[in-house]
């Protein structure tokens, strides 16, 4: 009867250590977040989980995970430990069960039953499935995730959830951690998390507010983060595309020369060539 350890195997996320953050990557997944799937693919080996728990580690964001393998044929067993896994959060309320008079219509189930999930998290959120490619191609696993799939709530999050997100963001951020203190070696780790944290927590709902067309509202998040960190860079180009949209170049141009002055100041550095391609584009 080893059903309960394995499941606790199967829905646990790898504990890391010791990880180099790989901020380029994460910047590919910030970029990902409007979108309802993002597939990590690369070569054995090379690090596709642990890129993917280090990015849920360093953005604090709502995470369930599932570890999949050759051996998932099972629907069953995978709906029962996704219900584990979300009781597990607190959520009493139970997921629906893969009754014998659901089997006939694993279609309808499906929808059914990832619909309740994303209803009981609350956004923005992630859902890990991981080593999928391990699947064997004719597993009815495919058909349930294809429908589940279908179901993800569009943009994550409601607008006037990104309000009330965006104002707990700044009455829990009071500036970095420890205020003087922070600059203590062995806080200075815990101060960049924290900052890092909150700085994406803010982009996304930035990035919520662009799939929304709110561009002031983004606008608003972009140089709220800015405050907090004034070296940014992508929130230098996040404001400007949101005053490239709307049409409003001249300011789009002039946050172009906020970056480099800030840049220049603060870490001797000119813009990266992709803010200055954003730049380009909007000049010519």
């Known amino acids: 009867m080893n059903r309960p350890g394995k499941g606790i195997a199967k829905t646990t996320r790898p504990s890391l250590t010791g990880v180099i953050p790989r901020k380029r990557l994460f910047e590919r997944l910030d970029d990902g977040r409007d979108k309802r799937v993002i597939w990590v693919s690369a070569p054995a080996g090379y690090g596709k989980t642990t890129l993917v728990t280090d990015y849920l580690d360093q953005t604090g964001l709502a995470c369930l995970w599932y570890q999949l393998d050759s051996g998932e044929g099972d629907v069953a067993t995978f709906f029962y430990y996704m219900g ?148 940014a860079e992508g929130l230098y180009r996040q404001l400007m595309v949101c005053f490239e949209n709307q049409n409003r170049k001249a300011e789009a141009m002039e946050i172009f020369s906020r970056c480099k002055r800030a840049l220049k100041a603060g870490l001797e550095l000119e813009p990266s060539p992709e803010t200055c391609q954003l730049f380009d584009r909007l000049a010519g």
């Open 84 to 231: 584990q896994s979300v009781a597990a959060l607190g959520d009493e309320s139970p997921l629906p069960t893969l009754a014998p008079e659901y089997r006939g219509d694993l279609s309808t189930f499906s929808h059914r039953y990832f619909r309740e999930l994303f209803s009981k998290l609350t956004p923005p959120f992630a859902v890990v499935f991981d080593n999928y490619q391990d699947v064997p191609v004719h597993s009815k696993f495919h058909d349930v995730i294809r429908d589940g799939l279908s179901e993800v709530p569009d943009g994550g999050m409601t607008e006037a959830r990104a309000r009330d997100l965006c104002e707990q963001l700044f009455e829990l951020y009071q500036g970095s951690f420890l205020g003087e203190g922070g600059e203590k070696p062995w806080a200075l780790g815990l101060k960049d998390k924290l900052r890092v944290r909150f700085l994406r927590a803010l982009v996304a709902i930035g990035r919520h507010y662009e799939t929304q067309g709110q561009w002031e509202r983004a606008v608003d998040a972009y140089e709220r983060g800015l405050i907090v960190d004034p070296l």
